[in-house]
């Protein structure tokens, strides 16, 4: 049985080759990583930073959530750096760690809440992963099977969180996301994970 169920949308910022805006959903022995992330500035070094990201990530998938964003500061440094926030769910005990650097905003909407209301927002520390990196704090969540984990870009307006609904299919949730309220003047992309083989 899979574990989760995910979508994304991605806007690129017109006249650039490419998303400076990149993410990651990867299954591992104990459980599922989740990254969004965005290459500091637009075009291809941007993209190339995000892609560095992703690929130390892919290559640590295992380990905490805290170790994997130092690995990316220092694997970083010779890039212009991103802004990230990252998730470690645990299906078999039902938790999620969660931490965000510079500002990709994240919320987590409980199975069976009534639409527009967010019970958990990422607490998002100011910094740049490969050159400015702050004191880092992992936050701890439960997650039932049902509950959505969606992160946006910057190039997605913060009013998002207003219409999120559980009931929401994820590709339709990021669809819609993406079309209300991207900003059209940023590389934006937006990830919504729902969570359906956890088993506590």
């Not at 599922?32 to 640590?60: Q, V």
């Amino acid at each position: 049985m899979p574990l989760v169920e995910y979508a994304v949308a991605k806007f690129v910022l017109p006249g650039q080759c490419e998303s400076g805006d990149h993410h990651l959903v990867c299954c591992n022995p104990s459980g599922i990583l989740i990254a969004a992330i965005d290459g500091i500035g637009h075009g291809e070094e941007a993209a190339y930073a995000a892609k560095a990201a992703i690929s130390i990530l892919k290559a640590n998938v295992e380990e905490p959530v805290i170790s994997l964003v130092e690995r990316c500061n220092e694997g970083l440094r010779a890039t212009r750096g991103v802004v990230m926030s990252l998730a470690s769910v645990d299906p078999e005990h039902g938790l999620m760690t969660w931490l965000g650097v510079g500002n990709v905003q994240g919320v987590l909407t409980r199975a069976g809440s009534l639409k527009g209301s967010v019970q958990e927002v990422l607490l998002l520390r100011g910094g740049v992963v490969g050159s400015q990196l702050p004191a880092l704090q992992a936050a701890v969540l439960p997650i039932a099977k049902g509950d959505t984990l969606v992160f946006v870009t910057d190039g997605i307006r913060g009013e998002f969180v207003e219409g999120l609904s559980p009931l929401e299919s994820p590709q339709r949730a990021a669809d819609r996301i993406l079309k209300q309220h991207g900003r059209g003047n940023d590389d934006a992309l937006v990830l919504v994970v729902r969570m359906i083989g956890v088993r506590a």
